[in-house]
């Protein structure tokens, strides 16, 4: 076991030391996702116009110009565009 372990953490240290990530640097803190979702979400009574929406949990968010869908219509242009239940969708500026 303590050959394991060890062997796990010289493996861990050579892959920082050739440049790549650690494993605090691969995790995004939740509270980051939320503030920046919510930023991005900013409602169509406080003037955002724009339909803002993402297909799945791990791709992109995906923004129309201005006016390019109606009131009460993001959801709809979300799921079409997705081509299935988009995973998130609100009005942005």
């Known amino acids: 076991m303590k050959k394991t372990l060890l062997m796990a ?4 240290l050579l892959l920082a030391a050739c440049g790549a990530p650690g494993p605090e640097e691969l995790q995004v803190p939740t509270d980051e ?4 979702q919510s930023a991005l ?3 169509w009574d406080s003037g955002a116009r724009r339909c803002s929406f993402k297909c799945y949990s ?12 109606a009131h009460n ?3 709809e242009f979300a799921n079409n565009a997705c081509g299935r239940t988009a995973y998130g969708a609100c009005w942005s500026k």
Do not use: P
């Open 9 to 12: 953490f010289v493996s861990g």
């Open 33 to 36: 996702l939320a503030t920046s």
């Open 58 to 69: 791990d791709s992109t968010w995906w923004t129309t110009s201005s006016g390019a869908v």
């Open 73 to 75: 219509q993001c959801q």
């Open 41 to 43: 979400c900013e409602g």
